[in-house]
């Protein structure tokens, strides 16, 4: 029961973090500055990149976290990784995309 519980809370925030992440692609490819969208400045670019990239890999972890769940098999280590990593990464997510936002994201 608390494998399962953590891998859906894992689940919900891997959720809101591609959300986020969206979210903030369209509204820096909007947002013009210097006469061109923000979403064409390289680090904008990297960073966005970086995120997607942790985002990836911890929803490669909750897909490992489940099928090794619906196998029958023990998980609560890789449960509890999933809970460790995404609520740090949920953080850093909408840390880094808040930058983004300038004045809009207060």
């Known amino acids: 029961a608390v494998v399962s519980t953590q891998s859906t809370g ?3 925030t891997i959720a809101a973090m ?11 490819s909007q947002r ?6 923000i979403l064409d400045n390289q ?6 990149a970086e995120m997607q990239t942790e ?5 490669a972890l909750y897909h490992q976290c489940i099928d090794g769940y619906l196998a ?3 998980v ?3 449960a509890t990784m999933l809970k460790l990593k995404s609520a740090r990464l ?3 997510i909408t840390d880094g995309c808040l930058q983004f936002w300038g004045g809009m994201g207060f």
């Open 43 to 48: 680090y904008v670019h990297y960073k966005l």
């Open 10 to 12: 894992g689940a919900g």
């Open 18 to 28: 591609d959300q986020c992440i969206q979210s903030t692609i369209e509204f820096t």
């Open 72 to 74: 029958g098999q023990d």
């Open 55 to 59: 985002l990836e890999c911890t929803r």
């Open 76 to 78: 609560t280590p890789l």
């Open 32 to 37: 013009q500055a210097f006469g061109k969208s």
């Open 90 to 92: 949920v953080r850093q």
